[in-house]
């Protein structure tokens, strides 16, 4: 299981990095596309849609698809308000679907909430590789770290439950090693002259703090769906919606930091 784990993530890792240096900005858009249409697809599954609902919904996110690549990718102004929108829902109203147990049954609903995950995390990468490719990788590895600390950490000293009633895998002691790899991340990231200002410490732990969040909201979709990944396409690791579940909650409000004057300039 952890050899799959390694191997698959290699994979990953491999393909995102020659997509984002090597080749052009339109094959990372073009892999951005297709892993979130993948997304979208498990989503489906997860929420029981019936066959015909199930291609509506994907034909309109193909739709969005076309109209984010059109108007929104070099367009901040606009794309600005769709990631305060999906900040706004991870901050306020996400938490409430784990603390009263909100069940998605209604397809339109269901829809909503899906593209509500996927489509800002589409605009934010999209936005944030037009701005620098290490504005992006600054980002993905502070949650790869943090999933990566969770993991071992959880694996080796887990004990305490952190959510038993939604996720009952993840505990208070992966959580805590998760805070301590980001840290020491962002700690070094500083001292290195990578990043201007120890300030933006608060910055990182912001994004592992939202990331935990998207992880326990699929997990939580996923209690309700009854099955223990979204899929079963990435070996060690399930489903394409399992890996990019804590981008789909933190990257959106990390990207009104990261291109916010105020603030650009003592993180990049």
Not at 20 to 27: P, R, T, V
Not at 89 to 112: E, M, T
Not at 215 to 225: H, M, N, T
Request: charged share 15%; proline share 3%.
């Amino acid at each position: 299981m952890l050899i799959s784990r390694i191997f698959s993530a290699f994979i990953m890792l491999l393909v995102f990095l020659s997509s984002l240096f090597l080749f052009s900005g339109s094959f990372f858009s073009f892999v951005i596309y297709v892993t979130s249409l993948l997304a979208l697809y498990e989503w489906s599954k997860l929420l029981y849609f019936k066959s015909l609902e199930k291609k509506i919904f994907l034909a309109i996110s193909l739709c969005f698809f076309y109209l984010i690549d059109k108007f929104l990718t070099y367009d901040y102004d606009h794309a600005r308000f769709i990631l305060i929108g999906a900040s706004i829902f991870w901050i306020f109203i996400a938490p409430l679907f784990l603390v009263f147990k909100i069940h998605l049954k209604n397809f339109y609903f269901s829809s909503l909430i899906g593209w509500m995950l996927i489509i800002p995390l589409i605009v934010a990468l999209n936005y944030l590789i037009q701005l620098s490719p290490w504005a992006v990788l600054l980002v993905l590895t502070t949650i790869w770290l943090a999933d990566s600390g969770a993991y071992f950490f959880g694996k080796q000293f887990g004990k305490r439950k952190l959510a038993p009633s939604i996720s009952p895998g993840k505990t208070w002691e992966g959580f805590i090693g998760a805070l301590f790899v980001v840290s020491l991340f962002s700690i070094t990231l500083t001292y290195f002259g990578f990043v201007n200002s120890y300030e933006s410490i608060l910055f990182f732990i912001l994004i592992l703090l939202l990331s935990v969040e998207g992880d326990l909201f699929e997990s939580y979709i996923k209690r309700v769906a009854k099955v223990k990944d979204s899929g079963d396409l990435i070996p060690g690791h399930g489903g394409v919606l399992d890996r990019i579940d804590s981008l789909c909650s933190s990257l959106p409000l990390a990207t009104l930091i990261i291109v916010s004057p105020s603030f650009f300039g003592q993180l990049i």
